[in-house]
């Protein structure tokens, strides 16, 4: 009796210390707020999806008339905004993409040359005079009205002008990359708006999301060519702020170029991008010993399973371990000849891509790759776990 009673009171204190740090990683989640938690939910919520999961799966095979899809689909939504603290609006915004009338083309008239190169500890940089021992590329950079343009827009945040400055910046590097990639003469969109907004009810009514689930610290939004963050100065470090606009903005000027792209690409591009640290017209990214810090941490996904993710089940598992992978991935290959050939080769066959359904892209995989996806698998983990 005593040996049952004892279990039963591991099992309540299991219970409530499980449902404690839950509920207050929840609440932090929703107000936007950093917290050494985030990551314990973050790896609590990855457990739930694979019921919904495997409803959903059942329901395929003839059980609709036990489950409400749209439960499920409610369920799926939470759990991801949950889970990453960050929302990127559905499908249905595509149709913006092809034939809207105020998609403007950037035309090419460069005025000043800057340099990107990949250093000793396999970091891109970006500036304006090229280094002493390494191989640099040049970038072209209109400085004429026609140039790239971000607006950004204080909402109920008293304004930062040094902090607005580095926002400009790394849009800016996310734009120049996809002209590097596709070609300056094929870019589109050439304004896009950067709001920061301290208003909860105006956030949410903007994000179209139910004001009472957990609430995302941004999204982004193709209809108003937008990427929008939740800040509060007092629970919201500037540094967080940078992030979640980077990763925003990263996804909106991406589907810009060329639409929806396989999860492990568009996530891992604004996972890349999300890291950037501007100062003028420098940008450095995270290190290499950082993405091994991040691996060891949170674990890395085989790539052949990554890299099979649909947009659908994407959220449907580990996610901390799912965004940590693709990160990575791409860190790794813009440090490579091939590795960043091969992202410029996925880029422009999506730019050629650009209005097709989503789900023709799904499957795309960097198979170019030397050794194929199973070779950049090792030669990812070879560069994490054995930096050199």
Known sequence: M???????????????????????????TYLGVDSPLRPVVDRAVSLLPPLPAFIERMTEKGLSDLVDRS???TVQN???KAGRGAWH???????LLCGAPDVSTVPVWSARTTYTWVDETGVRNFGDEPPSELTADTLGVDEGNRDFETQVIWDGVTPNRALEGRLRGG?????EQWGQWIGRDRLVRSQVALRITGDRKRFLDAWGGDANGPMPSGFYSL??????????PRKMSEARLLEVIFHEVAHLISTWQVGVLPPWYGEGLAEYFESMQVQWQSAKFRTR???SERAERSGVMPLPQLIALDSRRWFAGDIQSRYLTAGALVAFMMTTDPGRDGLMALAQRAQKARCAPSNAKQRWSP??????VQGLDSALRRWLYYPG
């Open 71 to 73: 439960g499920i689909q």
């Open 78 to 80: 939470a759990v991801a």
């Open 89 to 95: 609006q559905p499908a249905d915004d595509m149709s």
């Open 171 to 175: 849009a800016m590097r996310i734009y």
């Open 2 to 28: 005593k040996l049952r009673l004892l279990k039963l009171l591991v099992l309540y204190l299991t219970s409530a210390f499980f449902i404690a740090v839950t509920t207050v990683g929840l609440i932090n």
């Open 367 to 372: 198979a170019g790759y030397p050794g194929g």
């Open 289 to 291: 010993s950082e993405w």
């Open 223 to 232: 209809a108003r060519n937008e990427a929008v963050a939740f800040y509060d």
